[in-house]
């Protein structure tokens, strides 16, 4: 046995550790720890850009508005004193304020209701077998493409006052003219039109794709059982759609809170009115920011907007979650 021989290290049978065995040892313990990291970390780089996104565009925004709310910050001026609450209390002591909440709350519910029931309708109507369904199923979502200040000045000119299309159809009948630029539930009911003309098509495309992902057999065992087309639409199919119907509100809930094309090109001063008839909450934060050139108020308006949202998506996450413990005790 030579000196080099006593020196080199052994490996568990006795035998001498060829030169170099270290490093190798040491090399695959660190591939196996840079696998272990790849496969932890992975997925969370995966979906990195839509949160780096979100921090860049939607959650600095929201940050940065409540900072400016808080200041009395001007357009020109830029960035003034601290004020803390104070435009909180001045936007919550004006009237004009309350009463963009009651316009968008009304707005809201004009065009959510009948847009969700009407998307439930036209979808089992595409769902079922038509020639040329796929023209069909691209039609509905044409509205959609459409330009929402495209569609806000068609049915402007179609709910116009005197000579609008609308007005000659309901004086055709023997109906008096409807005021639908004076009378705010005729306002509300012309731009919740316009909402159900753009979405609607949207919504109904949602619906069927989860209508067809029902299994075929639960019909065909409905259609032995003896029932009809009617009588499997609402015992079969629109109890199998509940999550996509509660998608579908959430949605139109957050939407219809942020209505503002519509409304903004209603008439042509953008104020929503002589006597602000239909102005919403962020035609209202647009009057504050852009024409009294006041961001600060118009940043707590926008606040607030965000509250309300959040308060009603609260509400929507309780009822949704006691209409699912409901399914299941079922």
Do not use: C
Not at 266 to 290: H, K, N, V
């Amino acid at each position: 046995m030579t000196v080099t021989d006593r020196v080199r290290p052994r490996s568990a049978g006795g035998q001498p550790t060829p030169p170099g065995g270290g490093k190798s040892v040491r090399r695959l313990a660190f591939s196996q720890q840079v696998s272990r990291w790849d496969v932890k970390l992975s997925p969370y780089l995966y979906i990195s850009p839509f949160f780096i996104l979100f921090a860049i565009t939607g959650f600095f925004p929201l940050i940065y508005t409540g900072w400016v709310s808080l200041h009395n910050w001007n357009l020109i001026g830029g960035q003034g004193k601290f004020t803390g609450l104070e435009n909180y209390g001045f936007v919550l002591a004006q009237p004009y304020f309350w009463n963009a909440v009651g316009n968008t709350l009304s707005i809201f519910l004009l065009s959510s209701v009948p847009q969700v029931v009407l998307a439930l309708v036209i979808a089992a109507v595409l769902d079922a077998n038509l020639r040329a369904r796929t023209f069909w199923r691209m039609g509905v979502l044409v509205p959609f493409v459409v330009a929402p200040v495209a569609v806000g000045l068609i049915f402007n000119n179609l709910f116009a006052d005197q000579f609008g299309l609308i007005n000659e159809i309901v004086k055709g009948l023997g109906f008096d003219p409807v005021r639908w630029h004076s009378e705010s539930l005729a306002s509300h009911t012309a731009i919740a039109t316009m909402v159900n003309f753009r979405w609607t098509g949207y919504n109904a495309l949602i619906f069927l794709a989860a209508m067809q992902a029902i299994p075929r057999d639960v019909f065909e065992a409905a259609t032995i059982d003896g029932a009809g087309r009617l009588r499997q639409f609402f015992s079969v199919t629109v109890p199998m759609l509940r999550p996509t119907v509660i998608f579908v509100v959430i949605t139109s809930t957050i939407g219809g809170l942020q209505i503002f094309d519509e409304a903004r090109v209603f008439d042509q001063s953008g104020l929503g009115g002589a006597d602000r008839q239909w102005q919403t909450l962020t035609m209202y934060i647009w009057e504050l920011g852009w024409g009294q050139r006041n961001f600060g108020r118009a940043s707590a308006v926008a606040w607030l907007l965000f509250l309300m949202i959040v308060l009603i998506a609260l509400l929507n996450f309780f009822i949704t979650k006691r209409i699912a413990s409901q399914g299941g005790r079922k």
